[in-house]
């Protein structure tokens, strides 16, 4: 069936260096994707997102990049604090509107090193 | 900036007892939504809700959950015969619109515990 996954669970980068989580989508029809972050005992809270229309979207610190060919869709963090520790999330929306939810990933853990 | 609360933080309950657990949104958004995260597990979502009614709900919200907003700034998601399989976190979330029109803004959840 549809689905929207992770390509790694554990993601372990140094303080100040640059990452990028990754996100596998096999829904054609879906045309809206955000990325949220979870910290430990908090709900999702959101980060950015991007509409099927556009390739990149950049935020404070953050660019969320998709690409439909291939139903690929990245965040990039740049220079990476200790705060980044958390899981990550992408979800997405299928085409279709109204009030449906959301279908989420599994999630990867990004640990920042100091 | 306005927030998504939810109470409790943490319920423990015997199965098959029945739970409320209770979710106010942020006071301008229309739409509200309870989606679940079983430990370890993906993020999945339960219930949509519009205008005083259920737009979309999911396989999982079987007959023995329900939702209201009982006045203007609750709303509630009961689940009348816990199992063993409800143990999760149980996130509420609104958008002032549909979700073409913004993302979800997340509480920060109820862990609840069935024993």
């Known amino acids: 069936g549809e689905s929207v996954g992770l390509h790694l669970p554990t993601l372990s980068v140094q303080e100040g260096d640059n990452s990028i989580i990754n996100c596998a989508y096999s829904n054609s029809a879906s045309d809206y994707f955000i990325w949220y972050k979870q910290e430990s005992g908090k709900g999702p809270q959101f980060i950015i997102d991007i509409r099927s229309n556009m390739d990149k979207r950049q935020g404070q610190r953050v660019t969320v990049l998709l690409n439909k060919t291939v139903k690929h869709l990245s965040l990039q963090i740049a220079a990476t604090q200790p705060g980044d520790s958390a899981v990550y999330f992408c979800?997405?929306?299928?085409?279709?509107?109204?009030?449906?939810?959301?279908?989420f990933g599994k999630g990867t853990h990004l640990i920042i090193q100091p | 900036e306005p927030e998504v609360t939810q109470t409790p933080s943490h319920q423990v309950t015997q199965m098959g007892q029945e739970v409320i657990l209770r979710c106010v949104p942020i006071?301008?958004?229309?739409?509200f939504y309870w989606y679940r995260q079983i430990l370890g597990q993906k993020v999945e979502f339960l219930v949509s809700?519009?205008?005083?009614?259920?737009?979309?709900k999911s396989e999982i919200f079987d007959d023995q959950f329900s939702v209201e907003r009982p006045d203007g700034s609750n709303f509630t998601l009961k689940i009348r015969s816990t199992k063993l399989e409800d143990s999760a976190m149980y996130f509420c979330a609104s958008t002032p619109r549909d979700l073409n029109g913004s993302p979800l803004h997340f509480g920060n959840g109820t862990r609840l515990t069935v024993t």
């Open positions: 979800a997405e929306k299928n085409a279709g509107g109204g009030a449906d939810g959301l279908t």
């Open positions: 809700f519009y205008n005083n009614e259920i737009s979309e």
């Open positions: 006071s301008n958004h229309l739409y």
